[in-house]
């Protein structure tokens, strides 16, 4: 495995590859990996080479939110991508995707304004920005999102298709702890108290679910049931719990094919998100 820090570098690389005909899986990754990045780069294991970027965005940190803070550790890093079988890591700084004179961004309406748009006003603008110059510095044939974030998988769908973008894009599922938490690499600021609390999440996705294929249809109703259920534990304040169209990331009265329930809860300090996807 390969780790490289510059861009030069990194098409250096592919092209290579690409003369002698493979086909390449991308997995861009903020680090700190864990096994749900690890799933992506398992599941793009199927292309010939697998690239996996390790980029702490600035672009989509608020100015009061955990960029200084954000776990980094490349060298634990490198152990977990070179397990699930990556073949070359592009870990560049900051100043080698933003130069000085950086004056160009990717935007999108609709899908960004629902969920985590809200409450994270730039957050999209900065994951779509960086996710394309990515796509043209790797030029990978697939790259590969968790369910995880469901609205940024959502938001990146549209980008390719929009944008006219050559590149599949592949969803994974959500890989959970045993107990059921999400895994995320925020995870590690929860202390021993709030890791409990933070169930509650992954039991307010266990309930929709239950509600749901037990037949109800009422998405206030579902949406009301889970924030009885977050509100019950003291450490959990609720940023949101919606119920969404996959397509549109608007908000929907009635559970139809293809919509989201998603929720984001702050533990203590710390902001989690969960969703389960349903599909008839
Ligand atoms: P991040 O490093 O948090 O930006 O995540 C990089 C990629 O890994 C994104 O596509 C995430 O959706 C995905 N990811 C993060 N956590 C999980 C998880 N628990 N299960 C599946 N995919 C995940």
């Not at 250096?12 to 096994?35: D, Q, S």
């Not at 080479?49 to 989509?60: C, D, H």
């Not at 239950?210 to 037949?215: E, N, P, Q, R």
Request: proline fraction near 4%.
């Amino acid at each position: 495995m390969i780790v490289v820090k510059t861009i030069k570098e990194v098409r250096e690389i592919v092209k290579g590859w690409r003369k002698e005909g493979a086909t390449i899986g991308f997995v861009p990754t903020m680090g700190y990996l864990h096994e749900g990045h690890q799933s992506l780069i398992k599941a793009a294991c199927e292309n010939d080479k697998v690239v996996v970027s390790i980029f702490v965005n600035p672009m989509q940190f608020g100015p009061t939110e955990d960029l200084a803070t954000y776990p980094r550790d490349l060298e634990h890093d490198k152990e977990k991508c070179s397990q699930a079988g990556a073949d070359l890591i592009f870990a560049p700084e900051p100043s080698e995707m933003y130069h000085d004179n950086f004056q160009s961004y990717v935007d999108m309406n609709l899908l960004t304004q629902e969920l985590c748009g809200l409450s994270r006003p730039c957050h999209f603008r900065g994951v779509c920005t960086v996710v394309a110059k990515l796509f043209n510095i790797v030029m990978p044939d697939k790259a590969y999102f968790g369910q995880k974030d469901a609205q940024q998988l959502a938001i990146i769908k549209r980008m390719v298709d929009d944008l006219n973008m050559d590149i599949e894009i592949v969803g994974c599922p959500i890989i959970r702890e045993e107990d059921g938490l999400a895994k995320s690499s925020r995870n590690t600021y929860l202390d021993p108290q709030e890791r409990k609390a933070a169930l509650v999440l992954s039991k307010a996705v266990k309930l929709a679910e239950k509600l749901i294929l037990g037949g109800e249809k009422n998405c206030e109703t579902i949406v009301s049931a889970m924030k009885e259920l977050v509100n019950s534990e003291p450490l959990a304040k609720i940023d949101y719990i919606k119920i969404v169209s996959l397509d549109t990331i608007q908000q929907i009265p009635q559970i139809t094919d293809n919509c989201l329930v998603a929720l984001a809860v702050y533990i203590g300090k710390t902001r989690l998100i969960d969703n389960y996807f349903y599909q008839s």
